[in-house]
């Protein structure tokens, strides 16, 4: 945010600990898609009463994703840019 020609960057982290936190955003991730997915099949099977192969179905399905996600959601965010320029995390007066 600019004000009266100073920089006013406050939500600037030191260089490092991008990795950490985007490493820790696709386990996020990784761990809201397994909750969502593996939640959603056990309603439906709980609603529907599904036979064996279905559930199994559903359950390689899952597995199916979860690797997916654990392939392309944690690589990509560890490969982007870690470009970091480290500024001060207030400017001074």
Known sequence: MFTAGKINNTSCLPCGTGSSLR???GISLLALVLLLV???ALLLDAWLEL????RLALF???AGIGGGVALFGLPIPLSASGNCIALPLSSPL
């Not at 036979?51 to 279905?54: A, G, K, S």
């Open 23 to 25: 490493f820790l955003q």
């Open 38 to 40: 593996g939640g959603a």
């Open 60 to 62: 390689v399905g899952w």
């Open 51 to 54: 036979r064996r192969v279905i």
